[in-house]
């Protein structure tokens, strides 16, 4: 397991000692990417907002120290997505109640060595911005009831489809196809209340590419579904209830898989088929442990990464193997190359 402390250490201290382990090889334009170790460097202030946690010189199983990154502006940061065409990492923001038709949100583009390229890259006609998928020259967000579309190069909004049956989505998953699959997690704002509400339309949304919504699952057994994760054999889904489970191309649910604790945020599938849960009551990034291919026991999971305050919807770089964490609480994004294995 991979355990952390996110506290910022003092700057010329800690970096000299990550330096002279050969921990930054390249400074800290270079975090996250190295291989090997530098000369002699002089230590000098880390950017605003970067840091590298405590205990990554102890960290044996990746190759390079994790990155922090705080008090850039992120506000309420809820979900991460690495676009490998053009090479950077988009957050989304909601940057205001998860539930509020306020017009505030945003979306950022940060480079994969932790600087932020444009705080504020789409800034208008969202609200409270969650899952984000990536198709040809699109880039589709979850939005309150709404899945919205961006250009994938300038983040010119190009249209909406509305989902008028829904309250809380989620996640966006592409499929093998084409498709869109949407979660809904059946949470709405009730007046007076100071936590959201279920409203019981848990569910999960089919869009094809003319735009046209289908209903691809519904109903209390999806358990609040919240992060999708398109794969060969369906969609896996994680939930509030602490289920991650697969939805198959029918549209049945199977191979239900208990995690240590309800509230889980997110879920990729590693190029290795390892699946990496993020949990928010915990505060913890799980793995699941190997299996042998066809293999039909039960998912197995192992905590990969500890204290992480409020983890999101993750995303995955396979470039670089870097897991994308983005931190609600401490409005911060967290990047960590994980094990190839």
């Known amino acids: ?59 044996a199983l990746a190759p390079s120290p994790p990155i922090l990154l705080r008090d850039v502006g992120f506000l309420a940061p809820r979900s991460a997505l690495h676009d490998p065409e053009a090479d ?29 390229l444009a705080l504020k890259w789409i800034d208008g006609g969202l609200d409270a911005p969650k899952g984000m998928a990536l198709h040809a020259d699109k880039l589709y967000v979850a939005d309150l009831n709404v899945v919205r579309s961006f250009d994938r190069k300038s983040g010119d909004a190009l249209g909406k489809v509305a989902i008028v049956t829904a309250s809380y989505l989620n ?6 196809d084409g498709t869109l699959y949407v ?23 089919s869009v094809d590419s ?30 509030l209830s602490g289920e991650l489970y697969q939805m198959a191309p029918d549209g049945q649910r199977q191979g239900a898989t208990q995690l240590p604790a309800g509230g889980l945020e997110g879920v990729i599938e590693t190029e290795a088929g390892r699946l990496v849960v993020a949990c928010s009551e915990t505060s913890t990034i799980y793995r699941s442990k190997p299996r042998a291919p066809g293999a039909a026991e039960a998912l197995q999971f192992e905590p990969l990464i500890s204290d992480l305050d409020a983890p ?30």
């Open 183 to 205: 979660s809904d997690t059946g949470l709405r704002k009730v007046k007076g209340a100071a936590a959201l509400q279920e409203t019981g339309s848990d569910a999960i949304y």
């Open 210 to 239: 003319r735009g046209v919504v289908g209903m691809f699952g519904k109903g209390a057994e999806l358990g609040q579904p919240t992060a999708l994760s398109a794969g060969s054999q369906g969609i896996w889904v994680a939930s």
């Open 88 to 116: 950077v990492y988009l957050v989304s923001n909601s940057n205001g109640g998860p539930a509020d038709a306020d017009g505030n949100g945003f979306i950022s583009r940060v480079a994969p060595d932790g600087t932020v």
């Open 171 to 176: 996640d966006v998953a592409l499929g093998s």
């Open 312 to 341: 999101g919807d993750v995303g995955y770089d396979r470039q670089r193997r870097q897991l994308l964490v983005p931190l609600l609480r401490e409005n911060a994004l967290y990047i960590q190359q994980i094990p190839a294995d």
């Open 1 to 59: 397991m991979l355990r952390f402390l996110r506290r910022r250490p003092p700057a010329a201290s800690r970096l000299g000692a990550l330096v002279s382990a050969g921990l930054v090889a390249v400074g800290m334009a270079g975090l996250g990417c190295a291989t090997t170790p530098p000369p002699a460097l002089p230590v000098a202030e880390p950017p605003p907002g970067l840091a590298v946690p405590e205990g990554a010189a102890a960290l």
